[in-house]
C-alpha cells in the first residue's frame, strides 16, 4: 500500500499523558498499545521539573479494540501509574485546536 493510501485510511488519535515523572510510563502506555495493534505514528514527550509530558498520533485502523474502549482503558492506565491520559480523535483535536 503507498503511503499516501495508508495516510487516507489511518484513524488517527491524539493521546497525551501528563503527570509526575517516574519509571516505566512510556513502557507501560507503549505496552498496551503494542498489545491492542495500534500502531505509533508520531511521539513526542518531554520532562519538565519532573512533570512528564507526552504526545503521541497513533493510528487505530488496525486496533483490536473500538475507540471508546481503547479511550477508557488508557484512561484507567493512567490511573493505575499516577497519570491522566486522555485520547481524542485526531480530527475533533484539529477541530478545537484551529485558529
Do not use: W
Request: charged share 25%; proline share 1%.
Amino acid at each position: 500500500m503507498r503511503a499516501e493510501n495508508m495516510e487516507k485510511t489511518a484513524e488517527k488519535t491524539v493521546i497525551t499523558v501528563v503527570g509526575k515523572d517516574t519509571v516505566g510510563i512510556i513502557a507501560r502506555v507503549c505496552t498496551y498499545l503494542a498489545g491492542n495493534s495500534i500502531n505509533v505514528l508520531d511521539i513526542s514527550q518531554t520532562i519538565v521539573q519532573d512533570f512528564f509530558n507526552m504526545m503521541m498520533i497513533v493510528d487505530l485502523s488496525t486496533s483490536t479494540k473500538p475507540f471508546d474502549e481503547c479511550a477508557a482503558e488508557l484512561e484507567e492506565l493512567g490511573k493505575e501509574i499516577g497519570v491522566t491520559i486522555h485520547c481524542q480523535k485526531e480530527e475533533i483535536f484539529a477541530m478545537m485546536h484551529r485558529i
